[in-house]
């Protein structure tokens, strides 16, 4: 990475994220996580209007919006004020930041590789496997250090 700050916050953001690496395999519950707890709790729909301020058919709407992913952070927050929760709001990696930069930096020298490969099979200097496995570890590394502009692209 060009700047070491980046790379510092790079590992602190993973190092905190790591904590909800157990979240990536919980699915929300199908009618949502407002009407799930709604229901957990005992309140009726018109209880929770109550609290928020809102009408019983206002909640039908946002659990319906809810369930469906059209909701908002707001009304989400909201909502769980209204039942004594909290909202955790968080974009969790599938895997680790690093590893999805490498993955990228890997991609990328695989498209740049196989380029360049095709006119040395042409030209019977293609790389072996193993080579090619080297080259392409090595300048992954070297585009991880200098992470272009280009780099998502």
């Known amino acids: 990475m060009v700047k070491k700050y980046q790379k510092t916050a790079l590992e602190q953001l993973d190092a905190s994220l790591v904590r909800f690496a157990p979240l990536r395999d919980l699915p929300p519950p199908k009618k949502g996580w407002i009407r799930a707890i709604r229901d957990a709790l005992g309140m009726s729909g018109r209880q929770l209007g109550r609290r928020m301020g809102v009408s019983k058919m206002w909640v039908g709407d946002m659990e319906r919006l ?80 200098k992470l272009p502009k280009t780099f998502w692209d």
């Open 66 to 145: 809810e369930a469906s992913g059209a909701t908002t952070l707001k009304t989400l927050r909201r909502a769980a004020e209204a039942m004594d929760c909290m909202l955790v709001y968080a974009i969790v990696p599938k895997t680790t930041l690093k590893d999805t930069l490498l993955k990228q930096a890997r991609q990328k020298v695989r498209q740049d590789l196989a380029r360049a490969s095709h006119t040395m099979a042409l030209e019977d200097q293609a790389l072996a496997k193993d080579e090619a496995a080297k080259a392409t570890e090595a300048a992954a590394a070297s585009l991880l250090h």
